[in-house]
């Protein structure tokens, strides 16, 4: 149990550069899991309308709770294949979270966000490093990139991109140095709570 420390390594205002230097660090990683996780906040029918046609199928939530009359909780369920503009429109903002699907979507992803927070998540495992007591532990290594973003846990937006390395349980400030430098960055303060 627990989550990784995840570490801010490199931060834009370009959302292409974020992903680009995102996609360097996954070239670092030994072993890549095949899926990946996708989290997106839909502000606009425009988003919703180009994330359908990314993820087909992909299964919309209110971004806040909502509730009815009676205090009950309202889910979303509206088909927004068929729902016209002006039905889907007071339905706003959504959200896909935790969205586990193959890997492979990831440029169609990126290219059809909007102006709301985004993630992609890619898990693995760094490679060992005897020499530098470094080791890897898949359940919490990977990288991260967030989008309107500069929190792992998806919490505040933000106007720039933040790209995330997470290390291990318990944090490696070392490492997260290492990989940094790998793509021009720097560890951009303390560990955050991860995955």
């Known amino acids: ?10 931060r834009t205002d370009d959302a292409a550069t974020a ?9 670092l990683l030994w072993r890549r899991e095949d899926r990946i996780w996708l989290f997106a906040e839909l502000l606009t029918v425009e988003d919703v309308r180009r994330m359908v046609a990314v993820l087909p199928g992909v299964k919309f939530e209110y971004s806040e709770m909502r509730t009815g009359p009676a205090g009950e909780d309202l889910w979303f369920d509206l088909d927004v294949t068929t729902a016209d503009d002006c039905a889907l429109e007071p ?29 992609i998540d890619w898990h693995g495992s760094w490679p060992d490093d005897p020499e530098a ?12 990139v967030v989008f309107h973003g500069d929190d792992p846990q998806w919490g505040s937006s933000a106007h720039d991109h933040t790209v995330f390395v997470h290390v291990g349980k318990f944090g490696d400030p070392c490492r997260a140095r290492d990989l940094a430098a790998h793509i021009g960055g720097e560890v951009l303060g ?5 995955w």
């Open 19 to 27: 992903y680009a230097k995102a996609r360097q660090l996954c070239a």
């Open 91 to 119: 339905h706003l903002p959504l959200d896909i979270g935790g969205l586990d699907v193959p890997a492979g979507v990831e440029d169609r992803f990126v290219a059809a966000l909007g102006r709301g927070m985004a993630a």
């Open 133 to 144: 007591g470094q080791y890897a532990s898949p359940k919490y290594d990977g990288v991260q």
């Open 1 to 10: 149990m627990g989550n990784s420390k995840a570490y801010p390594v490199f």
């Open 190 to 194: 303390e560990p955050q709570l991860g």
